[in-house]
């Protein structure tokens, strides 16, 4: 079975700062899935990021960024110039590539980061 | 703007009424999900509809009955819900089954209040 931890379950950072979110996951599949969503007061579950795991370059997305260690089985996202926006509850998300027959995602506890004006 | 769309936003009911979430979304997806996520922790998956048929039941008890009408639609019916069911119901949907690395898009959810 695979599992998702974060191991951070609350940040804070000063707007315009940087930002480093950590998720290790366990899993013995060798193609997957990883992602990040972050879900503000507002409750909707927004994708921040996606990377693959046969993909060796780091996903980028504007100012969010992740760094990916396949073998290390971690995959944190980098936050760059922090927005008062950006305060919502993050979280890591794995899904197994089986075809698309389940789709099913694993995500991990959530880490609450809060940007600070 | 949220392109999957959930009515209502909040509900509050007793636990002998019988109720329906709606779940709706026009991007052409043919996987749906129902999940049920409680205050501070992540969503736990209830159900996966692929292509308007139930895959995934993550043994959610019977009170709870999905129904996916059309590939647009999904619904879940409510009846004799306890006060541990109080939750924030989300939904999503997927491009294709068959497409494992389509992300999934979420609904705003459904904050229901069992009385």
């Not at chain 2, 749906?32 to 048929?53: G, I, R, T």
Request: hydrophobic share 30%.
């Amino acid at each position: 079975a695979q599992t998702v931890t974060q191991s951070q379950p609350e940040m804070s950072v000063q707007e315009a700062e940087t930002v480093t979110l950590s998720c290790t996951y366990d899993t013995s599949e060798s193609n997957y899935y990883l992602f990040w969503y972050k879900q503000p007061p507002s409750r909707q579950m927004i994708l921040v990021i996606r990377q693959e795991a046969y993909k060796q370059q780091n996903a980028t997305e504007n100012r969010f960024s992740v760094n990916f260690q396949k073998a290390a089985k971690s995959f944190s996202l980098k936050i760059s110039d922090s927005q008062l926006g950006d305060t919502a509850m993050y979280f890591c998300a794995f899904m197994k590539h089986d075809g698309g027959a389940t789709n099913k995602l694993i995500f991990g506890t959530g880490t609450l980061l809060a940007v600070q004006p | 703007d949220t392109e999957v769309t959930q009515t209502p936003k909040h509900l509050v009911m007793g636990m002998t009424n019988k109720k329906s979430l709606k779940c709706e979304q026009h991007m052409g997806h043919r996987a749906m999900y129902w999940y049920k996520q409680k205050a501070k922790k992540p969503p736990e998956l209830m159900f996966v509809y692929s292509y308007e048929k139930l895959s995934i039941n993550e043994s959610v008890p019977s009170r709870f009955s999905p129904e996916c009408p059309n590939s647009s639609l999904l619904n879940l019916h409510l009846h004799a819900l306890q006060p541990e069911d109080s939750a924030l119901y989300l939904c999503a949907s997927s491009q294709s089954p068959g497409q494992g690395n389509q992300p999934q898009h979420f609904g705003d959810g459904t904050r229901l209040s069992i009385l």
